[in-house]
């Protein structure tokens, strides 16, 4: 699992075991190291088989200084003013990249700037909830933008050394996947 910014606080061990005892008792620690025997990162580096590049998941709050260094300051601003300033007088959040337009276009320009001091590392980013799928010869920065809707989930996959920008949703009681972008082969952004 990834963490960001809303749950920077599973990069402790120790808050991650908290948690998950919260839900599950002593008799069932089965059940609790087969679903939560996973390791919890702030990044993932994907080795492509066959060549000398990668793919870094991450979830983008590292090019956001308010997101990353001040994630305690910002949680609390979001919980107990903008929270309730959104609810009662529509008032968006000015720290959020989703929702501040010059906030989003520079956490990408950092994420690009990066990339591009990198050797074009192919990245694979969320937070500032504007989907992204490049042409390739673009620089090959992807985004599945907002992934969760109430009847849908959009992500970004990887199949056979192909990426897609897929869409899962609930169709007629049925789950159904349609391809939104892609399926380009990853060896094209190299």
Known sequence: MLWGNHDMVFKDKNVVEKWINRFFTDKQ???KKNLFDVAFNESILLDIDGTDK????IHGHQADFMNYVFWKFNRF?????????????????????????KNLIRVEKKLKKWMLKNNNQIV???????????????????????????????????????ISLIKWESVNQKIVR???EGAVPIELYF
């Open 77 to 101: 601003l979001v919980r107990y003013l903008w929270m309730p300033l959104q609810k009662n007088f529509a008032i968006k959040d000015p720290t959020s990249p989703a929702k501040n337009h």
């Open 29 to 31: 620690s089965k059940e």
């Open 54 to 57: 990668s793919i870094l998941l």
């Open 178 to 180: 349609t391809v939104l």
């Open 124 to 162: 694979i980013a969320g937070h500032t909830h504007r989907p992204r799928f490049p042409q390739p010869g673009e620089l090959p920065y992807f985004n599945d933008g907002s992934c969760v809707h109430p009847k849908s989930i959009i992500g970004i996959e990887i199949e056979n050394l192909e």
